[in-house]
């Protein structure tokens, strides 16, 4: 390597290559890969500097939900691309580097997080299970991280192909596993990939234990991806089998409310889904088919293909992926067209109105549509009662729309902001149920029953970012679920001669309008971490006095200051500040979690005193909001500059 360490080091020298880079890539080279040593001087060889820094400035950080980084580098060399001459599709390899979602740092984390467990848990037998979706190297990655447990002692599941989310969460707890993990990167482009670790639980990790396994996967130094068999004991490895299919799809069967309901207007009722390439196409269509839905399945996305050859992002949330569902919708006349992302964590909809033109709604309307059809059936059900309502919970996060919290409070029963990601909302499960002694063998109904008497029955939970659950069973947001759970809500706005559009302006002719919006602004690599840590910065140093011509009246750095949710809780620090503006408008501003953005959250509300109105009031506030990210747009170029 010495006539690389010269040119690595003359690069430093001269400012090309990040001091952090050549230290991260020395010591990286002993343990590498015939091929990773190939790769990395191809890229020496070329002077790619940059792609040389986003790929070792840092480790891939282990975050408290696990990992996601690029697994395809911008840059694909042709000691990557390998055997794949034709240079389609995925490389032979995922992209070298301490930074890149590799065998490197899969097998790390796997050794990481398999400390702890034995640790936390002394004397027993551990247990682990892996799911993966369809991405590029998820099968891989997933066939590795059960070769590591084995060598480890560790006993092991394995699904025989990819499986949703949270189908992963559901398996945990059926098989009494000490923790799961699920090989995926959710909606991000197709080059990126992604662990996300689950615990006991059933849900994802949260303190203390997120912070513990962090601990243990930065002592793992070693770049050695199978390590060497621990104690002599090598544990087993098991398939996961249709068995827990059946399973999960009669847990979540259980959610529907009206059967009845269902089955006056399923005929009637047209859906077409997708679920772009992912794992959706498992259990969706057995749930539709179940209760006799009339839908179709988008042929050209039905195939699971880590390449997403159909959309420019496999993400609901964007009009551009639902286009061929669109395009079907209106061959057939359907009234929805429903989605699910790669991993069926997340569901994005659309609406047929009274004209025949369809409409993408946002994550924050689906989750209050079934709010509210929720709690309006329990209600009408007298399952909920005004003597019961204050053990009754509607969960969310502080940056999802304050709607469902005004609905939930209309019947008496209370709402829970939690920060953002669906681990706190499903934190909040775990504690009701231990505040109920632990759910045991009881049936949904004896359990509902027992958490309304001792503890907290959660109605529905929900985020913004179009994530819904609508049972304890799974710990975290669900697409398979969401997708049944919004098919039953419109079968029931048809049963009253209603589209699900008309059945949402009834909400707000009742609650008044509320209207939110996302902007998100991109930084990658070494040199975008950096811009967003200074906008962040930038934001708690100077904060604005005003924001798009409202004057700032109170704001609340969620990283600083001691926050309680509803229950009394002290929730963990994060930097998330959000500003209370005049007139009743909001904005949320905090670093994406999983993706190289800066996010910031818009609100807005208004009273409607009629139908005639309601137009209007519409168009009015979604000319402020739209001001609002035009002004924030223009602050942000300053602030990082």
């Known amino acids: 390597m010495s006539n690389l360490d010269d040119t690595i080091s003359a690069a430093v020298a001269a400012g090309k290559l990040l001091q952090s880079s050549a230290a991260h890539l020395a010591a990286y080279w002993p343990a590498a890969a015939d091929w990773e040593r190939a790769s990395v001087s191809e890229l020496v060889a070329d002077g790619e500097w940059t792609e040389l820094n986003d ?72 247990r682990l299970v892996v799911s993966h979706d369809t991405r590029y190297f998820s099968r891989q990655f997933a066939e590795l991280i059960v070769e590591v447990a084995a060598r480890l002692g560790v006993d092991a599941f394995l699904f025989p192909a990819d499986r949703s989310t949270p189908e992963l969460s559901f398996a945990v707890r059926y098989l009494d596993a000490h923790a799961g993990v699920m090989v995926t990167a959710s909606h991000n482009p197709p080059h990126d990939n992604g662990y996300k670790v689950y615990f006991r639980d059933g849900g994802q990790v949260v303190e203390p234990h997120a912070s513990n396994i962090i601990k243990q996967v930065r002592a793992i130094s070693s770049g050695q991806v199978a390590p060497p068999v621990d104690d002599g004991r090598r544990g ?74 159909t959309v420019q992002s496999p993400n609901p949330e964007n009009a551009e992926a639902l286009t061929l569902g669109l395009a079907l919708a209106r061959r057939e006349g359907a009234d929805l067209v429903l989605a699910t992302d790669p991993d069926a964590d997340r569901m994005g909809a659309v609406i047929r109105d009274r004209a025949g033109e369809y409409q993408v709604i946002t994550g924050n309307m689906i989750g209050s549509l ?198 009394g809780k002290l929730l963990p620090k994060e930097l998330m500040l959000l500003f209370h503006l005049a007139g009743g408008y909001r904005i949320a501003v905090r670093g994406s979690g999983t993706e190289p953005k800066i996010k910031y959250y818009f609100f807005g509300r208004a009273t409607v005193s009629g139908a005639a109105e309601l137009p209007a009031v519409k168009a009015a506030v979604r000319r402020e909001l739209e001001d609002l990210w035009d002004a924030t747009r223009a602050d942000a170029a300053r602030r990082a500059a």
């Not at 992209?95 to 702890?116: C, D, H, I």
Request: glycine share 10%; net charge neutral; proline share 3%.
């Open 370 to 567: 079934l709010a509210a059809y929720r709690l309006e059936q329990l209600f009408a059900q007298k399952i909920l009662t005004a003597d019961n309502a204050r053990h009754a919970v509607l969960i969310k996060t502080f940056v999802t729309t304050d709607l469902q919290r005004a609905i939930a409070e209309s019947y008496g029963v209370r709402c829970v902001d939690t920060l953002t990601g669906f681990k706190y909302i499903c934190e909040k499960m775990r504690i009701y149920e231990e505040q109920a002694g632990g759910r045991g063998a009881q049936s949904a109904a004896e359990w509902r029953a027992r958490l309304l008497a001792t503890s907290s029955f959660c109605v529905f939970s929900g985020e913004e970012s179009y994530g819904y659950s609508g049972g304890d069973y799974v710990r975290d947001k669900d697409a398979n679920a969401a997708v049944l759970m919004f098919a039953e809500m419109a079968a029931a706005a048809a049963d009253r001669g209603l589209n699900v559009l008309e059945y949402l302006d009834r909400l707000y002719l009742r609650y008044g309008y509320y209207a939110e919006q996302l902007g998100t602004l991109t930084f990658e690599g070494a040199a975008g971490a950096a811009k967003i840590g200074k906008l962040l910065d930038s934001y708690q140093t100077d904060p604005p006095s005003a924001w798009g011509g409202k004057p700032v009246e109170s704001a609340r750095n969620f990283a600083r200051e001691d926050i309680y949710d509803a229950d």
């Open 236 to 309: 087993t490895v098991s398939v996961v089998y249709e068995k827990l299919d059946k399973a999960y799809l009669d847990a979540v069967s259980g959610l529907v409310l009206d059967p009845a309901v269902i089955q006056r207007q399923r005929a009637k009722l047209k859906i077409v889904f997708t679920p772009i390439h992912g794992t959706g196409i498992r259990i969706t269509p057995g749930l539709l088919g179940k209760f006799g839905f009339n839908y179709v399945i988008v042929p050209e996305q039905a195939k699971g293909d880590g390449g997403f050859p």
């Open 55 to 126: 790929r070792f400035y840092q480790t891939l950080k282990f975050g408290t939900g696990g990992l996601r980084g690029r697994t395809i580098g911008r840059v694909v060399t042709a000691s990557e691309w390998g055997a794949n001459t034709a240079r389609q599709g995925a490389p032979e390899h995922p992209a070298a580097g301490t930074n890149a979602m590799n065998f490197f740092n899969v097998s790390r984390a796997t050794q990481g997080l398999l400390a702890y467990v034995r640790a936390a848990f002394p004397g027993e037998q551990a």
